[in-house]
């Protein structure tokens, strides 16, 4: 079984930055890529960003580029989230997610692609 445990939530103003951080473990061989995705209030849940590991090439959504940075320790399997410049609309839980199984299609960022997610953490972003 795998693990896939989220931290770092919590209650932000608009424009302010928050760092996420991921840990993953439990019995797998490979990680190909970890991911974050988000599901805001009446929304579907969405692809935020992703590291490949064997490379640690970067993939981000559009609404994100330029303000979220991914990153990734190899040694201890975590991926951090830092977001600066956070709106009121990026309000959300935020899903950490691991790739281990290899796929075909090579996607960074499709949901059904990732092989285990967290609990979620919750972001929210008020004045």
């Known amino acids: 079984q795998v693990q896939v445990v989220e931290s770092g939530g919590g209650l932000v103003q608009p424009g302010a930055s928050l760092r996420l951080s991921c840990a993953a473990s439990?019995?797998?061989?490979?990680?190909?890529?970890m991911g974050w995705f988000r599901r805001a209030p009446g929304k579907e849940r969405e692809f935020v960003a992703s590291?490949?590991?064997?490379?640690?090439?970067?993939y981000y959504s559009d609404a994100v580029k330029g303000r979220f940075t991914i990153s990734r320790d190899n040694a201890e399997n975590t991926v951090s989230l830092r977001m600066s410049s956070l709106k009121p609309d990026e309000t959300a839980v935020y899903y950490c997610?691991?790739?281990?199984?290899?796929?075909?299609?090579?996607?960074?960022?499709?949901?059904?692609?990732?092989?285990?997610w967290g609990q979620g953490t919750q972001v929210t972003v008020s004045s």
């Open positions: 997610a691991i790739q281990y199984r290899k796929y075909s299609s090579g996607s960074h960022s499709d949901q059904s692609e990732f092989d285990a």
């Open positions: 439990g019995r797998y061989f490979t990680t190909y890529t």
């Open positions: 590291i490949a590991w064997s490379d640690g090439r970067q």
